[in-house]
């Protein structure tokens, strides 16, 4: 049956701001909680007319051991992984009455398994979420190292910034395929008036340090993030979490730091990065519920 002749259906829809504490501060994320039957087509349908950075579809558990399974739509196609889709979708789960197996929440996605950690999960425990922090185990890259110098050059000038600004580059891909370069301060990232459309369908982090040097809980440094066709995402989870990797991988980063994102579009984005003694990255912030009720799909 296509779309067009199957009767749509009320679905329990909500939206939500990630890696925000307030309204309108953060990312919006959409999710449809129920998306039993709907095609491929019908999601790629629903987020474009979100028109959202992305959208969620949650569905019932296909591996082993996970709570349920999530498919991450943008307006262009769908995604194997996302960051701040993963925290916002798990947050959608807990809300609407998802209880963990076990002692954290295991989402699965088109990269596999990934875990969320919950303050107050626990084997069997229901939680709310709500109030509290989320945060998913970053994911291994699935390609790292320099980027080639052409690329560099391209980028540089799509960003209006000259080559010897570059302090730094890599590829930090865990699914969306970042490339990532970094400036020598925040300054300079704010500062950035790129010409979008030159940067083509790349997928393109900027990164520079802030001279508090995160002293006092201030963020360590300034994150943009730019997507094809002219795109600026507010405040991005995998690309924070390709960040941070790649810093932990220099030795230039805390086991604890913060991350800002979204400054240049009026957001307040925070992104909590936490290394463990056993090597785990766990990237989080806060997510509130901004829009609660059904979409007819």
């Known amino acids: 049956m ?27 994320l959409a999710v449809v909680l ?26 019932p558990p296909t591996a082993a051991g996970a709570d349920y399974r999530v498919r991450i739509w943008t307006p262009g196609g769908e995604l194997p992984f996302a960051g701040h889709p993963t925290l916002g979708t798990a947050r959608a789960w807990l809300h609407a009455g998802g209880v963990p197996a076990g002692e954290r929440i295991v989402q699965e996605c088109g990269i596999g398994v990934v875990e969320v950690r919950c303050p107050g999960a626990g084997r069997g425990a229901a939680v709310t979420g709500a109030g509290e922090q989320l945060a998913f185990a970053a994911p291994p890259l699935m390609r790292e190292g320099p980027l080639e110098e052409d690329e560099v050059d391209l980028i540089a000038s799509a960003l209006g910034v ?35 459309l030159a940067l083509g369908e790349r997928k393109v982090g900027v990164m520079g340090w802030w ?37 932990l991988s220099r030795g230039e980063a805390p086991e604890r730091w913060t991350a800002a994102q979204g400054t240049a579009l009026g957001r307040e984005g925070r992104v909590l990065l936490e290394r463990e003694a056993d090597g785990t990255l766990w990237v989080g912030g806060a997510t509130v519920l901004t829009v609660e009720g059904t979409i007819l799909a």
Not at 7 to 25: E, S
Not at 172 to 184: F, M, R, S
């Open 2 to 28: 296509t779309a067009s002749s199957r009767a749509p259906r009320r679905r329990p829809f909500l939206q939500l701001d990630v890696f925000a504490d307030a309204p309108q501060r953060g990312n919006p």
């Open 162 to 196: 000259d080559r010897t600004a570059v302090r730094g580059h890599t590829w930090a891909d865990n699914g969306p395929g970042w490339q990532v370069l970094e400036l020598e301060d925040a300054e300079q990232v704010l500062a950035l008036t790129p010409d979008l």
């Open 211 to 247: 001279g508090s040097g995160g002293a006092d809980g201030a963020p360590l440094y300034e994150v943009r993030a730019f997507a094809p066709v002219g795109v600026e995402d507010p405040v991005t989870g995998s690309l924070n979490a390709g960040i941070a990797q790649w810093l």
């Open 34 to 59: 129920d998306a039993d039957g709907l095609s491929d087509a019908d999601m790629q349908r629903i987020a474009q007319w979100t028109n959202l950075s992305e959208t969620t579809f949650l569905l």
